[in-house]
């Protein structure tokens, strides 16, 4: 189980989350489709930190966003140790954050059953003893 996150550690996550975000949009890479960070995990020790994003895109075009932003790391790693004071500048790891994409599958499930009719039963249940 995961413990909970000091104030201290979501305000290192939530900087880093900033930092990350405008220097990923500042990238030339054509590969780098439509990137949202939707957030950060910093280890405690605050030498590595995993980054959460999504992209739109074919899975092709997320393939090749996924590639272009391990490649970008060590830019980024940079960009982040340049403006942000810190003891270490964490090494960064980029993951598709699948919470959204599970979000989105559940609202086109619950979608699809508003559309559906309702099922009717002609005999009444009974209950147990």
Partial sequence: ????????????DELLREVIAEEVARLKDP???FVTV????TSPDLRRATVYYTVMGTE?????????????APHLQGQVGGQVRMKYTPILT??????????????????????EPPVVIDQPIEEPS
């Fill in 1 to 12: 189980m995961k413990q909970p996150r000091s104030s201290r550690m979501r305000k290192v």
């Fill in 94 to 115: 980029f993951t598709p954050d699948e919470a959204v994409e599970r979000g989105l599958r559940m609202s086109q499930l619950l979608h699809q059953l508003e559309q």
């Fill in 60 to 72: 092709d075009e997320q393939r090749e966003t996924a590639e272009a932003l391990d490649h970008a």
């Fill in 38 to 41: 939707t957030g950060v995990d």
């Fill in 31 to 33: 590969r780098i489709g």
